[in-house]
């Protein structure tokens, strides 16, 4: 599409490149609760399993996985969702400002050095 200027020139119409607050990402997440100690446990099917001290009441497992996500991903908490699961073990995860990809990269790597929390 285009539209026309001031002076009658026609310039295209650039679609503006994502930022940060445009990226966006889904993860799925096994979450086992009640853990010794918090961390990246590895690939899980297509999602992810991850450990979370916290117990599952009153949304204490939620907010647990939330915060260690943020820790591992570099991500503040703002930026993570659990957008299904809420009452599960098997969640899916919303993250904002970072490309799929790269959450990938990160799970990966924190979990290949067994990071703990």
């Keep these: ?8 020139v026609q310039q295209a119409e650039v679609p503006a490149l994502p930022g940060p607050e445009q990226l966006r990402a889904r993860l ?3 979450v086992s609760p009640g853990a010794a ?6 690939r899980h099917g297509a999602g992810w399993k991850v450990r979370v001290a ?11 996985l ?5 820790e591992v991903l570099d991500l503040p908490a703002r930026c993570i969702a659990i957008v299904s699961g809420h009452a599960s073990r098997d969640k899916t995860v919303e993250l904002s400002g970072l490309e799929h ?3 990938e990269r990160r799970l990966t790597d924190a979990s290949a050095g067994r990071k703990e929390l």
Aim: aromatic residues 2%; proline residues 3%.
């Design 1 to 8: 599409m285009s539209r026309r200027l001031d002076g009658g």
């Design 28 to 30: 799925s997440v096994k």
């Design 37 to 42: 100690k918090s961390g990246v446990v590895g």
């Design 54 to 64: 916290a117990v599952p009441e009153d949304g204490k497992a939620n907010a647990a």
């Design 66 to 70: 939330v915060r260690f996500l943020s």
């Design 101 to 103: 990809d790269e959450a």
